[in-house]
């Protein structure tokens, strides 16, 4: 990829065309979660109210909150559809 499409964040970290694209789908993705979902959610991590953030970034999370859902019997159809977005983005398919 050629340097014109990187560009740097706020803190210093590098992303790319590829990390709008995920942050984009990703952020309807969630507007979608139920709200005790977002609040746990937003509890751990301010994540979806950065312009733009990466897989990685978001993955560290969405698996502490995959073990915290099913470990509390809390875990819905529109989050497992959040996680499997989140895991399963390929900006191809956009």
């Given amino acids: 990829m050629d340097?014109?499409?990187?560009?740097?964040?706020a803190k210093g970290k590098t992303y790319d065309k590829f990390d709008e694209e995920y942050t984009a789908k990703l952020k309807k993705c969630f507007a979608y979660c139920e709200e005790p979902v977002k609040q746990e959610f937003i509890k751990i991590s301010k994540i979806?109210?950065?312009?733009?953030f990466n897989r990685n970034e978001l993955l560290d999370i969405t698996d502490y909150l995959d073990?915290?859902?099913?470990?509390?019997?809390?875990?819905?159809q529109?989050?497992?559809n959040f996680t499997n977005a989140a895991f399963n983005f390929r900006p191809w398919q956009c």
């Avoid at 099913?70 to 819905?76: D, G």
């Fill in 48 to 52: 979806m109210s950065r312009t733009v």
């Fill in 67 to 76: 073990y915290y859902f099913k470990k509390t019997n809390n875990q819905t």
């Fill in 78 to 80: 529109n989050w497992i």
């Fill in 3 to 9: 340097t014109a499409s990187r560009f740097t964040g």
